[in-house]
T-cell receptor, first 112, second 114 residues
Framework: GESVGLHLPTLSVQEGDNSIINCAYS??????FIWYKQESGKGPQFIID?????DKRQGQRVTVLLNKTVKHLSLQIAATQPGDSAVYFC???????????FGQGTTLQVKP | NAGVTQTPKFQVLKTGQSMTLQCAQD?????MSWYRQDPGMGLRLIHY???????DQGEVPNGYNVSRSTTEDFPLRLLSAAPSQTSVYFC?????????????FGSGTRLTVV
């Protein structure tokens, strides 16, 4: 069945360092992936997305990498700031159903 | 443009009571979904809709009903609340994912069933 999982439940980094959050997915038919950030008490907030016909996409301070061979997705945050502290979720979608499946989430802690 | 609006923000129910969680969006989005989030877990899809009049089940549909009579509204109904339905519920909407930056989420409804 479909499953999306993250390798580490908690990631602790020093302010200013780069962060890498990983995600594994199992549905090879998934064609669209999204990273969300969720701060305490709030709904998930879109960060960046990538389609399966791409292997890299960059935003402001964030980069998503997609390796379809090993079904792996990563989110890189450059120069991590205290405001980046949150739970990060990857999500995958297959086909045209609008059905988005989320992984468990990784908590990012930024140390000053 | 209010985005995705969920009401109420907090609710306490007794076991066996029924209620409807409201969700409305003013972005003319085709897709709408309901998720639940339990402590330390990701979001699990309850029901979703790809347009008015069309709904389908997600990962955890049991105990919940939905309808989509208009593009704007996607209410979630609990017919007989159970303690296992204590959770935070999020509604989300999106254009067809061929044109969008992904789902926009509401701020959530925190439901406690005692």
């Amino acid at each position: 069945g479909e499953s999306v999982g993250l390798h580490l439940p908690t990631l602790s980094v020093q302010e200013g360092d780069n962060s890498i959050i990983n995600c594994a997915y199992s549905n090879s038919a998934s064609d669209y992936f999204i990273w969300y950030k969720q701060e305490s008490g709030k709904g998930p907030q879109f960060i960046i997305d990538i389609r399966s016909n791409m292997d890299k996409r960059q935003g402001q301070r964030v980069t998503v990498l997609l390796n379809k061979t090993v079904k792996h997705l990563s989110l890189q945050i450059a120069a991590t700031q205290p405001g980046d502290s949150a739970v990060y979720f990857c999500a995958e979608k297959g086909g045209n159903t609008g059905k988005l499946i989320f992984g468990q989430g990784t908590t990012l802690q930024v140390k000053p | 443009n209010a985005g995705v609006t969920q009401t109420p923000k907090f609710q306490v129910l007794k076991t066996g009571q029924s209620m409807t969680l409201q969700c409305a969006q003013d972005m003319n989005h085709e897709y709408m979904s309901w998720y639940r989030q339990d402590p330390g877990m990701g979001l699990r899809l309850i029901h979703y809709s790809v347009g008015a009049g069309i709904t389908d089940q997600g990962e955890v549909p049991n105990g919940y009903n939905v309808s989509r009579s208009t593009t704007e509204d996607f209410p979630l109904r609990l017919l007989s609340a159970a303690p296992s339905q204590t959770s935070v519920y999020f509604c989300a909407s999106s254009y067809s994912l061929g044109k969008t930056l992904g789902y926009t989420f509401g701020s959530g409804t925190r439901l406690t069933v005692v």
